[in-house]
């Protein structure tokens, strides 16, 4: 079962401290193709990533950014 479909708006964490915004533009086999929002710079290409490394909001890819501070402290 599909977790987001074509159109829906979700949040990627890039780099384990980056959350960046981007737009679903394909899923199939559990993995999404995105198109980033934001500067352009992406153009019309597209970044193919496993469903489970997108969030539906800011506010969850925010708790795992925050997840992986904390745990880069205790190293």
């Known amino acids: 079962m599909k977790r987001f479909?074509?159109?829906?708006?979700?949040?990627?964490?890039a780099s384990s401290i980056f959350v960046r915004k981007a737009k679903v533009v394909r899923n199939t086999g559990g993995f999404c193709?995105?198109?980033?929002?934001g500067n352009g710079n992406c153009g019309t290409s597209g970044t193919c990533v496993?469903?489970?490394k997108l969030y539906r909001t800011e506010?969850?890819?925010n708790e795992v950014v925050?997840?992986?501070k904390e745990a880069n402290k205790r190293r």
């Open 50 to 52: 496993r469903e489970s």
């Open 66 to 68: 925050k997840q992986h």
């Open 33 to 37: 193709t995105i198109i980033f929002d």
């Open 5 to 13: 479909n074509e159109g829906d708006t979700v949040y990627f964490v």
């Open 59 to 61: 506010k969850e890819a």
